[in-house]
């Protein structure tokens, strides 16, 4: 790394302003998953192994204080054969990552785009309640800059059968999810939301919409709530649908 990407002095300058960065050997992450106690994990070591862990021989999270993951690039991304097709360097490519984090584009973590020509996707993933210590998300990236006149944003939850319930939120993608703590909800920054989304029926389904003038890019949040059993898994499907105006 250090004759490659940390060679460049403004990717230097930019983790030195904006981040604390750390490093965790995957075969230790390896270990960790397959023979310790899930309470036993270290956070940042679950934060990782949570989020889809890919296993490859290095890989750059960008995690906040809230351990929410906003960015995640495998070296075999951005290196080798599968650099840019515009021929951009090794480093130019770690310094856009590392931006588009900053700017909560969440690189590397799926993004779905919505055109008036594919106005409508179906997103597969699951979602896990807290086990300890801090809550886990599930973030989908969606890209609806393509209506330029605005539309109506659908999104209708289904939960799969694990007992698991958990609630959704919509926001926009610079935006982080926090609450107050009066009631422990998620403050206005949301557009919409589907609380407790399987609780009172498993086969319920949960919906949001949300009008917009102009398209941009938002984050679907998913979370699981603490009233479940710790580590619960369940899957979610997401069918996001644009009517254009």
């Known amino acids: 790394m250090r004759a490659g990407v940390l060679s460049d002095e403004r990717i230097i300058n930019l983790l030195n302003d904006n981040y604390i960065n750390t490093w965790i050997r995957s075969v230790e992450l390896k270990r960790l998953h397959e023979t310790i106690e899930v309470e036993q994990i270290p956070p940042l070591a679950h934060t990782i192994i949570s989020n889809k862990w890919r296993r490859g021989p290095v890989d750059t999270w960008i995690i906040t204080p809230e351990l929410e993951t906003i960015g995640h690039v495998s070296v075999n991304d951005y290196l080798g ?106 403050d206005a920054t949301m557009f919409d939301s589907a609380y407790d989304v399987g609780w009172y029926d498993p086969c319920e389904i949960g919906q949001m919409t949300h009008r917009f003038e102009h398209g941009q890019i938002y984050k679907l949040v998913g979370m699981g709530w603490g009233s479940n059993e710790k580590g619960s898994i369940n899957a979610f499907q997401a069918t996001l649908s644009i009517e254009e105006n």
């Open 81 to 186: 054969d599968n650099r840019r097709e515009d021929g951009t360097l090794e480093s130019e490519n770690y310094l856009l990552f590392l931006k588009d984090s900053l700017a909560g584009k969440l690189p590397g973590l799926g993004n779905i785009v919505l055109t008036p020509d594919q106005p409508s996707q179906t997103v597969l993933d699951v979602f896990r309640t807290p086990e300890y210590g801090h809550q886990d998300y599930t973030v989908v990236v969606i890209d609806t800059t393509a209506f330029e006149n605005g539309g109506t944003f659908t999104i209708d939850m289904e939960l799969g059968n694990d007992k698991a319930y958990g609630s959704f939120f919509l926001l926009n993608a610079e935006h982080k999810l926090s609450f107050d703590a009066v009631n422990k909800r998620p």
